[in-house]
């Protein structure tokens, strides 16, 4: 998942901030400062050593776990993984999806659909481009 397990392994070795946040998102927990540290200081720690802001990463990290549950199913309910996954409601979820994938959900699964038909399967993090394959 966008190099998380690399990251985990980078951080922990320096010890950092940055390494206990990484691994409260892999948690599902979100990002944590330590007390008494300016939030933006955080937040400059966090983008220079990831390259993304931890609240981008987090919700990336999430859409991804969305993702593996709505490949793993046949017919997702999608207010029930937008429980599941901390969203506020199904529409942040749909939102997220069509921002993260470029696709709604539902253009998505009939791509997805149209590939296993074929029998082609998508590699994890792939998104069907197009309905010619």
Known sequence: MIG???????????????????????????????PGSARSDFIDLFRSQVGLSANLFHR????????????????PDWGQLAVDFGYFDQSHLLRDFLAYSGFSPADYLER??????????????????????
């Open 60 to 75: 990336i990290v999430r859409f991804q776990r969305v993702l593996n549950k709505v490949n793993a199913r046949s017919t």
């Open 112 to 133: 997805v659909r149209e590939l296993e038909m074929q029998h082609l399967r998508m590699k994890f993090n792939h998104m069907p481009l197009s309905k010619q394959v």
């Open 4 to 34: 998380e397990r690399a990251l985990d392994v980078r951080f922990a070795q320096e010890g950092s901030l940055v390494a206990s946040s990484l691994q409260r998102i892999g948690d599902q927990r979100g990002a944590s400062r330590r």
